[in-house]
């Protein structure tokens, strides 16, 4: 969770020769910021507690535009540590003439701090948020031996994978199948094996079976497995330009895939790639050809698809009916951001090889569940409890 505050400040700020503003005004609206941080998080202003460190870095002048944001960085019972930076977004331009002005090419940081406020545990008026659900998109259908050498192909390997994300902290793992030579597969006999090698070993972790495969596949060949009853299968509400290619979802293939699911008494998770997809699952629901509540899964970053920025999340999740829940696939470079966000705003959390290679920037994840422990790291800093398979399969609707 973030907050930011844009400020102009005035004469009035300023105390010292050349209009120079004190430091202490830089302190005042990091205070706004931290009341505004506990509002949302508490509902009530909470108490600032004490700064741990305060950097002045650049000196602040009547007139300058200032942005202050300001984020949680652990959540404990009652306390809650921030980080705060302040920065010059425009400043006047008295050498031009008495009104000239300009927003700055690079915003120059001119305060950093962090602190710790508290809010007594009786003055909480907020639910907290539910448990964390990940989920572990450990191969996919689109990722080579070439741009990783840590994507699983065989049963085996999947396996391995599987249990090491539920070690991690994943709760449901989704999974694609690959042949021998790493082509994608959706054979319900490569889905048969790789479920009873996870089951033998990590019987709780949730399985979610693709169905949407790789492009180009038909409705047998991406449902088939269904028949095998996992927990969950993935079910695409929509076509999508999927980089060169489209990721092909008619309707009647939603519906046939739906009737398949219902059939085997799999429960679909809604991916949404656009936002005209979530139109589309509420259009099915209402002629009964999924069931609402549901879990849908915003997969944002695909070239074609919808951008990963945050806004876009925050627009998606404000369409969904009511008891919805929801998480958030964010592809490449949007992976980690859109997981933090994810964490604070409540939804919940897909990562892995599937989407995104790097743990950070330049660097090869060595396998999906670093991805999860970076998830893990996020929500405990925030103060989100991760799910426990029970409270995972509560949460997503399954059968306990
Ligand atoms: N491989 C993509 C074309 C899903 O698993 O349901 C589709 C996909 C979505 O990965
Ligand atoms: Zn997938």
Same mark, same amino acid.
């Given at each position: 969770m973030k907050a930011t505050l844009r400020i102009r400040l005035s004469s009035h700020d300023a105390h010292y020769g050349g209009g120079l503003v004190d430091g202490a005004r830089?302190?005042? *609206?990091?205070?706004? +910021?931290? %009341?505004?941080?506990?509002?949302? *998080?508490?509902?009530?202003?909470? *108490?600032?507690? !004490?700064?741990?460190? +305060?950097?002045?870095?650049?000196? /602040?002048?009547?007139?300058?535009? #200032?942005?202050?944001?300001?984020?949680?960085?652990?959540i404990g019972r009652t306390s809650r540590?921030?980080?705060? &930076?302040?920065?010059? /977004? !425009? %400043?006047?331009?008295?050498?031009?003439?008495?009104? !000239?002005?300009e927003v700055l090419a690079e915003p120059i940081v001119v305060c950093r701090a962090s602190g710790t406020c508290v809010t @007594?545990?009786?003055?909480?008026?907020?639910?907290? *948020?539910?448990?964390? +659900? #990940? %989920?572990?998109?450990?191969?996919?259908?689109?990722?080579?031996?070439?741009?990783?050498?840590? #994507?699983?192909?065989? @049963?085996?390997?999947?396996?391995? &994978?599987?249990?090491?994300?539920?070690?991690?902290?994943?709760?449901?793992? $989704?999974? $694609?199948?690959?042949?021998?030579?790493?082509?994608?597969?959706?054979? =319900?006999?490569l889905?048969?094996?790789?479920?009873?090698?996870?089951? =033998?070993e990590r019987p709780e972790l949730i399985l979610q079976y693709s169905t949407g495969g790789a492009v180009g596949m038909g409705v047998p060949e991406r449902a088939d497995a269904l028949k095998l009853g996992p927990d969950m299968c993935s079910l695409t509400m929509g076509s999508v330009n999927f980089g060169e290619d489209v990721f092909l979802n008619t309707e009647p293939l939603i519906r046939d895939i739906a009737a398949r699911a219902r059939a085997f008494g799999v429960v679909p998770e809604l991916e949404i790639f656009d936002a005209g997809h979530v139109d589309t699952a509420l259009r099915l629901a209402r002629r009964g050809i999924i069931n609402l509540p549901a879990h849908f899964d915003f997969v944002l970053g695909v070239p074609g698809g919808m951008s990963g920025s945050n806004d876009r999340l925050e627009f998606l999740v404000g369409l969904l009916p009511e008891g919805s829940s929801w998480s958030v696939a964010g592809v490449g470079r949007f992976e980690l951001p859109l997981a933090r966000l994810a964490v604070g705003m409540g939804g919940h959390v897909r990562v892995g090889l599937e989407d995104n290679l790097f743990v950070d920037k330049g660097v090869l994840a060595k396998g999906s569940y670093e991805l999860v422990e970076r998830v893990v790291a996020m929500a405990?800093?925030?103060?989100?409890? #991760? =799910? %426990?398979?029970?409270? =995972?399969?509560?949460?997503?609707?399954?059968?306990?």
């Open positions: 830089m302190l005042g *609206l990091f205070g706004d +910021v931290a %009341t505004e941080l506990l509002v949302r *998080l508490d509902g009530d202003e909470g *108490l600032f507690r !004490a700064y741990d460190e +305060v950097e002045f870095l650049a000196p /602040v002048h009547a007139g300058d535009f #200032i942005e202050i944001t300001g984020e949680f960085t652990a540590r921030m980080r705060f &930076e302040a920065r010059k /977004v !425009a %400043t006047p331009r008295a050498d031009i003439s008495d009104s !000239a002005a @007594p545990a009786d003055k909480q008026r907020l639910p907290t *948020l539910p448990p964390l +659900v #990940i %989920t572990a998109a450990i191969c996919g259908a689109e990722v080579f031996r070439d741009a990783t050498p840590y #994507i699983p192909y065989t @049963p085996e390997e999947l396996a391995a &994978e599987a249990v090491r994300c539920f070690d991690a902290g994943a709760r449901v793992v $989704h999974l $694609h199948m690959r042949e021998p030579d790493g082509r994608p597969s959706q054979r =319900a006999d889905f048969d094996e790789t479920s009873r090698r996870i089951r =033998a405990t800093a925030f103060g989100r409890p #991760i =799910a %426990t398979p029970a409270q =995972a399969r509560q949460g997503l609707r399954l059968k306990p």
